[in-house]
């Protein structure tokens, strides 16, 4: 059965995450931040919405350089309900299959 591809709005909140993602170490977010801008075009409301969930998820002492580049540069953009669900994502318990298996 062929799969369906991604919406574009999911699309661009994937291709977000990726950028974040594998440079969330950076000691140099400015290049990070302008690819953020490039990719996201005008559709503010998926960066908005990317970049806060990233930021309340990830955000650790590994992670705050971006973290505060992120906040600096799109913090007008109202990041906070987003910071708060990615924040309640990461606190949510894992889900598992254990407890469920039968004999």
């Known amino acids: 059965m062929p799969s369906q591809p991604l919406d574009p709005d999911t699309a661009l ?5 990726a950028i974040m993602g594998r440079n969330r170490f950076t000691k140099e977010p400015g290049p990070v931040v302008a690819e953020l ?3 996201a075009g005008e559709r503010t409301e998926i960066l908005r919405s990317a970049v806060g969930r990233w930021i309340g ?11 505060t580049a992120l906040r600096e540069a799109f913090g007008h ?14 606190a ?8 469920f298996h039968r004999d």
Request: proline share 2%.
């Open 92 to 99: 949510a318990p894992v889900h598992t299959s254990q407890g």
């Open 37 to 39: 801008i490039e990719a």
């Open 13 to 17: 909140d994937v291709r977000l995450s």
């Open 77 to 90: 953009l109202g990041l906070e309900d987003a910071i708060r669900l990615g924040q309640e994502r990461a």
């Open 57 to 67: 998820s990830r955000e650790d002492r590994y992670t705050v350089t971006l973290a």
